[in-house]
């Protein structure tokens, strides 16, 4: 079965400019994660859906990151705009549901890097 | 709120030797444990879970991790590594019947030949 998809897989851009990443989550799962990833730390859920609808996104920096997931399949992620802080590796993961005991499924990452 | 603590960095060791990467965790209430691994430029994949029943848990490839509740660990071991499993080992602790995962900062194993 196809895993979960990304692109881009690598991005710098100046801080204050914008940029966006995709993830296709592996079909059938209706549980879909973006984490952000700081070297040296581990994942940080910055947002979560279960089918198009938000479940969690209390460590999203509303002010600058948002997300959506229009059709409960594909989701973006934007940063508007990017400061140096946001360079990181953005992670989209996905699962079957909610359920706790779930697997969760990561796709390869999103590396940004803001200069 | 729950939390887990990596308590190593990095772990240097040579092949063929034992290893021990250690997971504590932090909660008030039931959770479900896992340890992720995330080999060089892949992305993270499940190793191995406890959700319940024997607290000695296995992969395919070797490691096992043990539940152990009155420590609040998780500590993952293999009696024998190889160089294939260099790679950047995460715990993860979920409460039952939660919905959000919290990761541990990471343990970096480096199997030297």
């Known amino acids: 079965e196809a895993g979960v998809a990304q692109s881009p897989r690598y991005k710098i851009i100046e801080k204050r400019q914008s940029v966006a990443f995709w993830c296709n989550p592996i079909?059938?799962?209706?549980?879909l994660y973006w984490y952000q990833q700081i070297l040296g730390q581990g994942p940080k859920l910055l947002i979560q859906?279960?089918?198009?609808?938000?479940?969690?996104d209390s460590q999203l920096p509303k002010d600058r990151f948002s997300a959506e997931r229009l059709k409960g399949v594909d989701s973006t992620l934007k940063i508007q705009p990017a400061k140096l802080e946001d360079s990181a590796v953005y992670l989209c993961?996905?699962?079957?549901?909610?359920?706790?005991?779930?697997?969760?499924?990561f796709g390869e990452g999103s590396w940004l890097t803001v200069v | 709120a729950q939390s887990v603590t990596q308590l190593d960095s990095q772990v240097p060791v040579f092949e063929e030797a034992p290893v021990e990467l250690r997971c504590n965790y932090s909660?008030?209430?039931?959770?479900?444990l896992f340890w992720y691994v995330q080999y060089p430029n892949q992305g993270l994949q499940l190793l191995l879970k406890?959700?319940?029943?024997?607290?000695l848990v296995e992969s395919i490839n070797g490691f096992e991790a043990e539940f152990n509740k009155s420590q609040t660990s998780f500590h993952l071991r293999k009696p024998s590594v190889h160089i294939s499993d260099t790679a950047e080992y995460f715990c993860?602790?979920?409460?039952?019947?939660?919905?959000?995962?919290?990761f541990g900062a990471g343990t970096r194993l480096f199997v030297k030949a």
């Open positions: 993961a996905s699962s079957l549901d909610r359920s706790s005991g779930n697997t969760i499924y």
């Open positions: 079909s059938g799962h209706a549980t």
């Open positions: 859906f279960q089918n198009n609808g938000v479940v969690d």
């Open positions: 909660s008030s209430v039931s959770v479900y």
């Open positions: 406890y959700l319940s029943g024997s607290t």
């Open positions: 993860a602790v979920i409460v039952t019947g939660g919905f959000k995962t919290i």
